[in-house]
């Protein structure tokens, strides 16, 4: 019988992170302070971060050992299987081979654990009594959760008012693992009235949750602490396990991929799947392609500037140097919520600037037709953002056929959609469209940036 | 590092499912027909059920192959994790080893798959295109549509109404695989528009989806065949594949259970882990524990009459030697709604009856309680209807603990929570209750039981 799927024992686990800063040909350009424009220092974010956390953000060695205390919560949902979608390869009647790595076996149902567990772990040896943090569709919120809950802290999730309203269940999710939830903007934070104030209606953004909680950071310094889950180079290296195992896997199968591709929100499932294979590339001469995935209504990578910005809406956090729409850029409320975001994470955006990764749009609808036939077809129900992943391959396995060439493709399944199904019963119902950004929309938000940057 | 967890390679995958029948030392009295009284042949039950499956309801044999294409759907999620529960083993401060066996990693999240893709499956060998069946909280109508869509089998589910208005994420499930879906009691069936005009706010029941759905099959009696998701041998059989992996696994953790825990709806995940265990301790003189767990507002087990009795409440099915609360019992508004049946199903009552496994009824609090504990020590929540054998295992190892004798238990984790929130949401916020069942009601219901008996 054909082998479907491929875990690894424990013992076989990773034992470190890998950190593609120590691979890369140019390295990305530092945070600025925005008031003086000078590079920020280390000990600049410790107000903001746990040290270690700080340390990892700027440390340049290639490899960071995984705490024990990480690895054993770790082997709660790792290793993720890696399977051969032999269902959907037959669906397309492809000559690709096509396999993805299925991270929404974890307990939140995505690949957010990775690095939710080693942050509240590193926040929690360090005495931090207190996190907040910002949630898109809710996967990281919940993962934080879980994970705070673990160590005692005590957690503060603002969520974006869209998702907060279209997947209620999440919230209910974080409830139980006992963290605090507020739709954003609230009324909590300076940020959430001033955003409100200006459009009562406003359904909210990564950008501008990523402020509420900053802001609330500040109310006890002392104990408190934020957390981010995507874009910063920490939580990339700790999603490198994901493409760790699936390396290891890929072998098992006696097979290697030459397109492998994650959607792209901010970078954490992508960063966490591509980056272990693009060693492969910059250290033993292998050419993969690696493609991020953006949804077409946010797209930084494939319409956006590199350019320094915020990471968040209100301006509170160090600039940041990145592929962005500008950091006001209020994204379409498509049901891919943790694709929202205007920027792109630093390691990313050099890579991609260095023409090393590759950038692909993919609209809504297109994603979610890919969605549900990869639920009729493999049976799981991928989360919207995932699908986006799955168009990608959809799409790559599709060229191969008219090219008549053999593929190997490997996409991340980060997270399934049990909890986003409204998602397919609009789609399934004819009730979704694509939005679309203007050129004249995108050049409006990108002239703002323009001052920032001086 | 200690294990945390342990799965099988797939070469390793059970061959065979394994049918207690064959070793019983009393084989279940055979179902009867209402009318004549006499035996129900196996061909008057073939206008129900695929054939196939008829054949296996009536074998004595004890392994029936695993035929290749189930086995190659299984390998989509199969093996599961064996699980040591170190968090839950830790807040509980018990000498007792706890694993579980974590069947909420299957595409719907339970174990209702195991059985759902061969039924499916004989049903399409067999040329059928229509299936309609009976679903309480939706596991078993979200399995049935995934094992359905991937076998080109139309599918009509009747969803307890109560469960339809609780979780809604099941239905968009359903839908997402192609499957239709009503609340019952419907106005689509004579036994929905009765119970209607008898009650017009009946919650339903899954006695009464059974009959609606039994009753479809009529309309197209060629092509259209019903099936069910627990109480019948053929059922539990496929389930065994818990079980049996379970054993290899425990074996791999060099460990061997003395207490083997499933929670009780119709008897499907209880057999499925439970009988691979009671196999042992018929043939191989193990003593291991074997406890059903039944909710104590559905108490079927500790409080119900062994008696002939029809498997759905309007009648349509034989009569089923099993212990029972009446067909017409309606049992409370529970969230575990897999186990509001009236029911036990043959094996499981002849079994209890014969002293072979032991029975436990747990209220809906503190299952739920344990289920939130479960969660906040092990990271994942667990459906309500799972919840029941965690608190089975607490109430055990607590046992184990006052004792100060070390015990190793297993319970099986049959689904888990993410789309029943709502009853954690509402447990948290103090807004649910226990329900009760006087002995009056429940003399009312097993007295309207007798004439059928006769």
Redesign the interface.
């Known amino acids: 019988?054909?082998?479907?799927?491929i875990?690894l024992?424990?013992s076989q686990l990773p034992a470190q992170w890998y950190n593609i800063v120590g691979d890369m040909p140019n390295r990305p350009l530092p945070p600025l302070d925005p008031k003086t424009r000078r590079p920020v220092m280390p000990e600049q974010m410790n107000g903001l971060f746990a040290e270690e956390l700080v340390r990892q953000e700027f440390s340049t060695e290639r490899y960071i050992d995984i705490p024990?205390p990480v690895?054993?919560?770790y082997?709660?949902?790792r290793s993720t299987p890696l399977?051969r979608a032999y269902?959907l390869e037959k669906a397309l009647d492809t000559p690709a081979r096509i396999y993805f790595k299925n991270e929404s076996?974890s307990?939140v149902?995505s690949h957010k654990t990775n690095t939710a567990i080693p942050q509240a772990y590193y926040n929690h040896r360090q005495g931090i009594r207190r996190l907040t943090t910002e949630t898109g569709a809710g996967q990281w919120g919940s993962a934080m959760a879980?994970a705070c809950?673990?160590f005692g802290i005590a957690l503060e999730v603002f969520m974006v008012k869209v998702s907060y309203m279209q997947k209620p269940?999440r919230k209910?999710?974080m409830?139980?693992?006992?963290a605090e939830v507020h739709a954003s903007p609230s009324t909590l934070t300076e940020a959430g009235r001033a955003a409100l104030a200006r459009n009562p209606d406003d359904s909210g953004s990564l950008g501008m949750a990523i402020s509420e909680a900053v802001e609330r950071v500040f109310l006890n310094p002392e104990q408190t602490r934020y957390c981010l889950g995507s874009v910063l180079n920490h939580v990339l290296l700790h999603q490198t396990v994901i493409g760790e195992e699936a390396l290891r896997q890929m072998e098992l199968f006696d097979d290697y991929p030459d397109t492998v591709i994650g959607c792209f929100g901010g970078g954490s499932n992508f960063g966490g799947i591509g980056f272990p294979f693009l060693r492969e590339n910059l250290t033993h001469g292998r050419k993969t392609r690696i493609i991020a995935v953006e949804a077409r209504s946010c797209p930084k990578l494939t319409r956006g500037r590199f350019e320094y910005d915020f990471g968040d809406t209100a301006g509170f956090t160090p600039l940041f140097p990145m592929y962005t729409l500008g950091h006001d850029f209020h994204p379409s409320d498509i049901h891919a919520g943790g694709l929202r975001y205007h920027g792109a994470g630093p390691i990313v955006s050099q890579l991609l600037r260095d023409g090393l990764i590759e950038a692909q749009a993919v609209p809504q609808l297109e994603t979610l037709e890919a969605g549900?036939l990869f639920?009729?077809t493999?049976?799981?129900?991928p989360a919207p953002e995932s699908a986006h992943a799955i168009a990608a391959a959809i799409r790559e396995a599709r060229r191969a056929g008219e090219e008549g060439t053999p593929r190997t493709i490997l996409f991340n399944l980060s997270g399934h959609g049990?909890?986003d199904?409204?998602a397919?019963?609009r789609f399934?119902a004819g009730e979704l469209r694509d939005p679309e950004v203007s050129d004249e929309e995108l050049r409006r938000s990108l002239d703002r940036l323009a001052p920032i940057v001086g």
Chains 1, 2 share one sequence.
């Open positions: 019988m054909k082998t479907k799927k875990l024992p424990e024990e690895r054993e919560l082997k709660i949902y399977v269902g076996v307990p149902g879980m809950n673990h269940y209910m999710m409830n139980t693992w006992g549900i639920a009729r493999e049976g799981i129900i049990q909890i199904l409204l397919y019963e399934l």
